[in-house]
């Protein structure tokens, strides 16, 4: 038997501590990023994007 394909259902059905997206037809989930991950991002955006982004 065929699989349905994913819908946006899919992703409103996913608990909060998770996030997904659908890729062709596909739904693929993970957990969200912990604070420090989201802190450390942050972090290295502000640090490395601005020279780049000035060319």
Do not use: N, Q
Request: proline residues 11%; charged residues 15%.
């Amino acid at each position: 038997m065929a699989k349905k394909p994913a819908t946006y259902a899919d992703l409103e059905a996913l608990p909060d501590h998770v996030v997904g997206e659908i890729i062709a037809g596909e739904l693929y989930a993970s957990p969200r990023p912990s604070a420090p991950h989201v802190t450390a991002a942050s972090h290295l955006v502000m640090a490395v994007g601005g020279p780049f982004d000035l060319g």
